[in-house]
Nanobody
Framework: QVQLVESGGGLVQAGDSLRLSCAAS????????MGWFRQAPGKARDFVAA????????YYADSVKGRFTISRDNAKNTVYLQMNNLKREDTAVYYC????????????WGQGTQVTVSS
């Protein structure tokens, strides 16, 4: 089992920055691919970014490329999402997720953290 706890959400203005953190426990963190997803009110949960178990490969949704950066610190069992130049449409609940490096789907999810961007 893997437990994930997100933090760092909040209310910011358009153009501001925010950094989300996700602390993992319960399994060797360095064996996990990590991702961030988000769900806006009335919409499906969407992929935002992902990072490979070793940190060497990252992936982003087109809507956040150039503004968001995913990173991980395997020594701290933590993955981060640095969000710059936030827009109103980034408002959502952000979820951290984990999957084994051999898996095709994310099996472990955090409870989510709210990010609200005002204009």
């Amino acid at each position: 089992q893997v437990q994930l706890v997100e933090s760092g959400g909040g209310l910011v203005q358009a153009g501001d920055s925010l950094r989300l953190s996700c602390a993992a426990s319960g399994r060797t963190f360095s064996s996990l691919h990590m991702g961030w997803f988000r769900q806006a009110p009335g919409k499906a949960r969407d992929f935002v970014a992902a990072v490979r178990w070793d940190g060497d490969r990252t992936y982003y949704a087109d809507s956040v490329k150039g503004r968001f950066t995913i990173s991980r610190d395997n020594a701290k069992n933590t993955v981060y999402l640095q969000m710059n130049n936030l827009k109103r449409e980034d408002t959502a609940v952000y979820y951290c997720a984990a999957k084994l490096s051999t898996a095709t789907t994310y099996a472990y999810w955090g409870q989510g953290t709210q990010v609200t961007v005002s204009s």
